[in-house]
């Protein structure tokens, strides 16, 4: 099949094949044509799956469709046609970045993000001026609705990104207040890893006789991706595996997850001190300072990112080969976005959970939440001392796990009594030579 198949207007298409896309993904070819049909949908896909051009092309065909409209007077404020919530300001701007890339041949095509971190002065600007396609984080928008600055009665078609996160993270009321104030006419597109419970009464509520779409699996998803799992001894010893790690000439770009902000902090800062081309991500961070580390990540800068879950959704950077488990995740789900950071547009990744044995609960669980196994693995000269915690059970087929959280904090005390931590003292380490293996 090809984006000609579509039905998409040819501008779309151009641009596409300009981005290096010659077919569209599964979740496309599916979501595409009942989405351009007006449909209401209720997605799952995996991430790097190509999700976020299956609703942003269909958006853009209803920006194009405007062009034939007569212009509103001048200093009209209309608000957007598309309004699209996600639960960051990474994921916000991914959409935005897709939307330029995807829309560059429309004539005159307005993208705004309004997101937390910037300065208000500027997203008010931009929500009085033409607006086509508006990407906003429901704490931020609330604001602008609340003080009557976001005008949302013209949105023509709503999209909800990663909803599951967004209820997660307790976004339930912001979405139900962003949804009364658009049109019951529109067009709503819910995107979500699951759509039980909570995600699912959700879609109840906002959607009318969707469409749903399911594309693989947590145990069909990272066919591309090569999973290994360190165990070690204790903190140090996750240290020196992890120094190893990223000595190999394998490594083009890695992703190293920490627990906390303090923990993406403290690692960033002692990778910097050892030469290492490295910065953290997290939301504690000014969004300036956020966009130059995606930046430097992008333009490749920068060869090690240390960030934590939240700061990492939406970060699509294909070069990156390696994701690193420094920290486990709260969640088991958090594991499969974690990974999938790698492995994409066609690409291998090799995911690597360094894990202490406080950590085989959780390993336990994230087995079971994929249906997969996790093989330990051994570097020669790092072999952990102690005896390998109890290999967990084969998982059986579909059997999910309960949302549990590990019990112990990613790091416990240092050895030696060294400080809990440094402070974070840059952004951009200075280049220097990598320590030896």
């Not at 979740?27 to 991430?47: E, H, K, R, Y």
């Not at 942003?56 to 007077?73: G, H, I, N, Q």
């Not at 190999?248 to 920490?258: C, G, H, I, W």
């Amino acid at each position: 099949m090809s984006f000609e198949s579509l039905n998409l207007h040819e501008t779309l298409v151009r641009a596409v094949t300009t981005a290096g896309y010659t077919a569209p993904t599964e979740v496309q070819t599916l979501a595409i044509p009942p989405a351009l049909a007006g449909s209401d949908l209720m997605v799952s896909s995996n991430t790097g799956s190509g999700k976020t051009a299956s609703f942003v092309l269909p958006a853009l065909m209803r920006v194009l469709a405007s062009r034939a409209l007569p212009r509103p007077p001048r200093g009209t404020v209309t608000g957007p046609r598309i309004l699209v919530l996600t639960p960051t300001r990474e994921l916000a701007m991914q959409v935005a970045k897709a939307a330029m890339d995807y829309g560059r041949f429309v004539p005159h095509l307005s993208v705004c993000t309004v997101v937390g971190g910037v300065p208000y002065g500027l997203q008010l600007k931009q929500l009085r001026g033409p607006l086509d396609i508006l990407i906003a984080t429901p704490g931020r928008l609330i604001d602008h609705l609340e003080s009557g600055k976001a005008v949302l009665g013209n949105v023509e078609m709503l999209v909800l990104d990663e909803a599951d996160r967004m209820l997660d993270m307790g976004f339930i009321d912001p979405i139900h207040h962003i949804a009364k104030a658009t049109p019951k006419a529109r067009q709503t597109v819910m995107y979500s890893a699951t759509f039980g419970g909570h995600v699912g009464r959700l879609a109840e509520e906002l959607l009318r006789a969707p469409q749903r779409i399911e594309v693989s699996s947590q145990t069909e998803a990272h066919a591309d991706i090569e999973q290994r799992l360190h165990w070690a001894d204790d903190f140090q010893h996750k240290n020196a595996l992890l120094d190893h790690i990223l000595t190999e000439r394998s490594v083009d770009q890695a992703l190293v997850f920490t627990s906390t902000q303090r923990d993406a902090d403290w690692l960033a800062d002692r990778l910097g001190e050892m030469g290492h081309s490295v910065a953290a991500l997290h939301g504690g961070m000014p969004q300036g300072r956020r966009n130059r580390v995606l930046q430097g990540l992008r333009s490749k800068h920068l060869r090690v990112l240390v960030a934590t879950d939240v700061a990492a959704r939406g970060i699509d950077v294909p070069t990156i080969s390696h994701v690193i488990n420094f920290g486990l995740p709260m969640k088991e789900e958090d594991y499969v976005h974690r990974i999938g950071r790698t492995g994409r547009a066609g690409r291998s990744g090799l995911a690597v959970t360094l894990a202490e044995r406080r950590d085989s609960g959780m390993i336990h669980r994230i087995q079971r939440y994929t249906t997969q196994r996790i093989a330990p693995t051994t570097i020669v000269g790092l072999e952990p001392k102690r005896v390998e915690p109890k290999p967990a059970p084969r998982p059986a087929p579909g059997q999910g796990a309960a949302f549990a959280r590990p019990g112990a904090k990613p790091f416990g005390p240092r050895p030696g009594g060294r400080p809990a931590f440094k402070p974070a003292g840059k952004t951009f380490s200075k280049s220097g030579p990598r320590p030896a293996r």
